[in-house]
């Protein structure tokens, strides 16, 4: 099912696999975060006073802790998410030429053109293939994995996709707080931490482990378009206050989903969901009545990274949790547009 009894499209058997990850060599704290502040601060030390109270109450409110951010300029969005790809490859024994479609899902990206995913398959050498971008925000790589359901459905041909993403900050945050109001519309940027992740999907399972997927689902409520913004040339601003109220939106469609695959949200053994707030996350999983123990958190461990943060907590989880063939999962990303893309699997092995 594609998350809707409206569908007329059967989502065919596919499996999708553990995630790659990569992250930056290098993290800073909030501390080395509030110090770049800081260091543009122009006005008197009574007013910075009130600037690092509103920024240390959103970290704390987030649980933020670290972030990993890559300071190499010459690292492009698709050379970072191809390091990850390649390591998904690897993990799994897939030839890069056995790649039939990929899709990049990431924000960040270098060019108008070409593609992003033209780049990673260049550099992965997978041709010939179907290869192109997919732009939903902090719910571009899940919305990649829904594309490339639509894709199996209506090319019998593909065996084998790719959907990967790239994230990277660059000089998109910005560290000029000099009021009360810059703090509400750019702190969100200062939680933010760089990563690459790419994940196969396939006809069949995968040799390091695979999920099987059960269903998809997509739903814009466009008319909260405003609040959030990464503009083409300027920095990345947040409304992050109305923005997370409208997380409220979030567990009906996780119901509306799980409920397709015939369970409960109580029953799911692992949420991994995009990372922009604990507190934001913790009032999600209590409205869904989820098990303490199958919500994952890691936002203090990496901030929030973007498209790919969903990917880092389902690899956290694997890594240091215990997930048992037959676990139900559920992915989920709630983005700026205001868009909320989600899947739900179950562990095969």
């Not at 593609?115 to 899940?142: F, K, N, Q």
């Not at 993403?165 to 519309?185: F, H, N």
Request: glycine fraction near 8%; hydrophobic fraction near 45%; aromatic fraction near 8%.
């Amino acid at each position: 099912m594609f998350g809707d009894s409206r569908d007329c499209t059967t989502l065919p058997r596919l499996y999708l696999s553990r995630p790659a990850t990569v992250l930056p060599d290098a993290a800073i704290d909030n501390d080395a975060a509030l110090a770049r502040v800081r260091e543009s601060f122009r006005g008197p030390a009574s007013e910075w006073e009130l600037i690092e109270q509103g920024i240390r109450y959103v970290f704390d409110r987030c649980n933020t802790k670290m972030r990993y951010i890559d300071e190499n300029p010459a690292l492009s969005p698709g050379e970072f998410a191809a390091r990850a790809a390649s390591a998904c490859l690897r993990e799994n024994g897939v030839a890069a030429t056995d790649i039939d479609l990929l899709i990049y899902g990431g924000i960040a990206r270098d060019a108008f053109e070409p593609a992003t995913a033209a780049e990673v398959s260049g550099r992965l050498g997978a041709t010939p293939l179907r290869a192109m971008d997919v732009t939903c925000a902090c719910a571009g790589l899940i919305e990649a994995l829904h594309v490339a359901a639509g894709y199996f459905a209506l090319h019998s041909d593909i065996q084998t996709a790719l959907i990967c993403a790239g994230e990277l900050t660059r000089d998109r945050i910005s560290y000029d707080m000099q009021s009360a109001e810059a703090v509400a519309v750019g702190v969100a940027g200062l939680t933010l931490g760089n990563a690459a992740a790419a994940l196969l999907i396939s006809r069949e399972p995968l040799p390091a482990g695979s999920a099987r997927l059960m269903g998809v689902l997509h739903k814009t409520l466009s008319e909260h378009y405003a609040l959030c913004r990464a503009p083409v040339d300027g920095h990345f601003t947040s409304h992050s206050k109305e923005l997370f109220a409208l997380a409220v939106h979030v567990p009906p469609e996780i119901r509306r989903l799980v409920a397709g695959a015939g369970w409960s949200t109580e029953e799911v053994d692992h949420y991994a969901f995009h990372q922009p707030s604990e507190a934001v996350l913790e009032r999600v999983f209590a409205e869904l009545g989820a098990r303490p123990q199958a919500c994952v958190h890691t936002h203090s461990l990496f901030g929030n990274t973007a498209s790919t943060s969903w990917a880092l907590a389902l690899d956290y989880r694997l890594r240091n949790g215990t997930v048992a063939p037959g676990d139900k999962i559920v992915m989920a990303s709630a983005a700026a547009g205001f868009t909320i893309v989600a899947a739900a699997a179950v562990w095969d092995a």
